[in-house]
């Protein structure tokens, strides 16, 4: 028993008065243990040992989720500088982000515009993307429903030749006759008191093959078609498309060669509610645009 033991239990040790008084001899009484165990009625506090695990253990989780979350930090931060070193490369695979491919090079917008379209990208694989998801979201836009519009677009997107070629059929495309069945009239204008809506919003973009001076890249978008109003007999439907881009370094700019067009990927709808009619006009009015970097 140590000497902190017997300090702390006053009625284990004692001299005794009746025979062993002066000879430096103790008699050990015991107490019962039904009044509390060994040692007597009062308890002695237990064993730190089983405290001292549980404190050892919590230190050991918080040390793990530290270093899982600087090594989390660390992969952003690298992802996000291979990114933006990419960005600065003309060519090649070198430092594309391949655990985040949606990770934002960091490259700020550009300051230009071409007929109120982004224009002046960069002359690498995050100017492409750029390019390629803002023009996107031009050719699904209201003008394309319209002569004179779509004509600057064309201009302002795509290759001279490109352009000059697609006009004639992107006019038979939108024909009277589409425009009769989307509600709208000859001029593309939806009925007095209802919006005509089309928008596309780009989810994401993939440079699939780059050479410098040509690129082909994909854009994942959600579209929005249709007309808002109490009368309408085609409302605002919603769309998940992929469109395809040939780009060309023409001019200082990236411009379309050619585009293709294919379903998908389609998330599950969720169980959102539908928007009134009033509620897509007023919206459509309210809220801008973006101008997209990659």
Do not use: C
Not at 51 to 80: C, E, K, Y
Not at 95 to 123: L, R, Y
Not at 248 to 258: E, G, P, Y
């Amino acid at each position: 028993m140590s000497l902190g033991d017997g300090q702390g239990d006053s009625d284990t040790t004692r001299p005794d008065d009746g025979g062993y008084g002066g000879t430096g001899q103790t008699r050990t009484r015991y107490h019962d243990q039904d009044n509390g165990g060994l040692y007597g009625g009062a308890r002695r506090p237990k064993s730190s040992r089983g405290t001292v695990t549980a404190v050892g253990v919590v230190v050991l989780l918080i040390a793990a989720i530290a270093f899982a979350n600087r090594g989390g930090d660390d992969s952003s931060t690298s992802s996000s500088a291979t990114a933006g070193s990419s960005a600065g490369s003309d060519s090649g695979n070198a430092g594309q982000p391949d655990a985040a491919p949606t990770t934002a090079s960091g490259e700020q917008p550009v300051g230009t515009k071409v007929a109120n379209i982004p224009s002046g990208f960069a002359h690498n694989r995050q100017g492409v993307q750029s390019a390629a998801a803002n023009y996107a979201v031009s050719l699904g836009s209201t003008g394309m429903f319209k002569k004179d519009s779509r004509d600057k677009i064309l201009d302002a997107l795509f290759t001279a030749e490109a352009g000059a070629k697609l006009k004639a059929p992107l006019d038979r495309t939108y024909s009277a006759s589409l425009l009769t069945r989307l509600g709208l009239d000859a001029n593309g204008n939806a009925p007095e008191g209802s919006t005509f809506v089309s928008r596309v919003t780009p989810v994401g973009t993939k440079v699939v093959a780059y050479g410098g001076a040509t690129a082909t890249v994909e854009v994942w978008y959600l579209g929005l078609t249709g007309i808002a109003g109490e009368t309408s007999t085609d409302p605002v439907t919603s769309s998940w498309k992929t469109w395809t881009y040939d780009m060309r370094w023409s001019n200082d700019d990236w411009k379309i060669v050619s585009y293709s067009e294919k379903d998908g990927p389609t998330p599950v709808p969720g169980d959102d509610r539908a928007a009134a009619s009033d509620e897509i006009s007023k919206a459509i009015d309210e809220y801008g645009g973006f101008t997209y970097a990659r």
